[in-house]
């Protein structure tokens, strides 16, 4: 089964840095990039960035840019996304997603909800 | 504020047939693909229609995409209980070197 598996809930305060893991398993990890979009609270999706497994070629969203760092293993089949300087606006819910073509993100993890409160 | 732009509920009852709008541009639906996302609540969204009208493997036919210039539309026909979710249109921004969404539509079933 392909699946995307993403690392528990975090409880952070201002300031504080956050590291997210999204494990892959079901299919060839290499072939597909993965992409990171936030749910803020009550709201809707927002795109952040997405990486190459091959290479580790990030594209990022303009509003993401500098906010965010991509990463990948390929020796685990694992995607990260780190923040550093957490502030209560980084709430919500941090999904990955398995990019295939050029446009459709066809698998998604479970979420990671990020709560910061100081 | 999205890019691109959903109203924020639509209503049906059950059986009934509701269509879902999305607007955007020149630089994001008018010229690329369009997709739709379904998200039941408390869950992850799900893949429901790309490139358009395409749908993936285990999506009934009761879900349909189109598009007409810089709008998209989902059609969603006999209605269910199980549709009560938030309904999410997205597309690549030629502009924005990126993927936009809209702010998702809440779809109740009466």
């Known amino acids: 089964e392909v699946q995307l598996v993403q690392s528990g809930a975090e409880v952070k305060k201002p300031g504080e840095s956050l590291k997210l893991s999204c494990k892959a398993s079901g299919y060839t990890f290499t072939s597909y990039w993965i992409g990171w979009v936030r749910q803020m609270p009550g709201k809707g999706l927002e795109w952040m960035g997405i990486?190459?497994?091959?290479?580790?070629?990030?594209i990022y969203s303009p509003s993401f840019q500098g906010q965010v760092t991509l990463s990948v293993d390929k020796s685990i089949t694992t995607a990260y996304l780190q923040r550093s300087s957490l502030r209560a606006s980084d709430t919500g819910i941090y999904y990955c997603a398995r990019l295939t073509g050029t446009d459709v993100f066809d698998i998604w993890g479970q979420g990671t909800l990020v709560a910061v409160s100081s | 504020q999205s890019v691109l732009t959903q109203s924020p509920s639509a209503s049906g009852t059950l059986g009934q047939r509701v269509t879902i709008s999305c607007a955007g541009s020149r630089s994001n639906i008018a010229d690329n693909n369009v997709v739709w996302y379904q998200q039941l609540p408390g869950t992850a969204p799900k893949l429901l229609i790309y490139r358009i009208n395409q749908r993936p493997s285990g999506i009934p036919d009761r879900f349909a995409g189109s598009k007409s210039g810089a709008s998209a539309s989902l059609a969603i026909r006999g209605l269910q209980s199980e549709d009560e979710a938030d309904y999410y249109c997205a597309a690549w921004d030629d502009s924005l070197n990126g993927w936009v969404f809209g702010g998702g539509t809440k779809l109740t079933v009466l």
């Open positions: 990486i190459s497994p091959v290479d580790s070629k990030t």
